[in-house]
């Protein structure tokens, strides 16, 4: 079973930065695509931001230029780094990771990210 630990949430003001990580921690499965979605109270769960095993990135339209995803494939973990916050970004951020196999979505427990004005 595929194990996600997040951490790096918190309060910052808008304007503000702050970096996200996420470790697959049994480190007994090879990761395909991992990624970040958020779900902001009243609203769906939505994609932020994803990344396959060979470094191909994709971003919401929303956070371009303002956030970046990397991962260190050796230590099946990712990271979003989130610069030039917005309160409209405050929300629980899910680490999400799709293993090689079983090809499978798995989820993190969710770290909360709040952007005051």
């Known amino acids: 079973q595929v194990q996600l630990v997040e951490s790096g949430g918190g309060l910052v003001q808008a304007g503000g930065s702050l970096r996200l990580s996420c470790t697959e921690s049994r480190r007994i499965f090879a990761i395909d695509a991992m990624g970040w979605y958020r779900q902001a109270p009243g609203k769906q769960r939505e994609l932020v931001a994803i990344?396959?095993?060979?470094?191909?990135?994709n971003y919401a339209d929303s956070v371009k230029g303002r956030f970046t995803i990397s991962r260190d494939n050796a230590k099946n973990t990712v990271y979003l780094q989130m610069s030039s916050l917005r309160p409209e970004d405050t929300a629980v951020y899910y680490c999400y990771a799709r293993p090689i196999i079983p090809p499978s979505d798995f989820w993190g427990q969710g770290t909360q990210v709040t952007v005051s004005s």
């Open positions: 990344i396959s095993r060979g470094g191909s990135t």
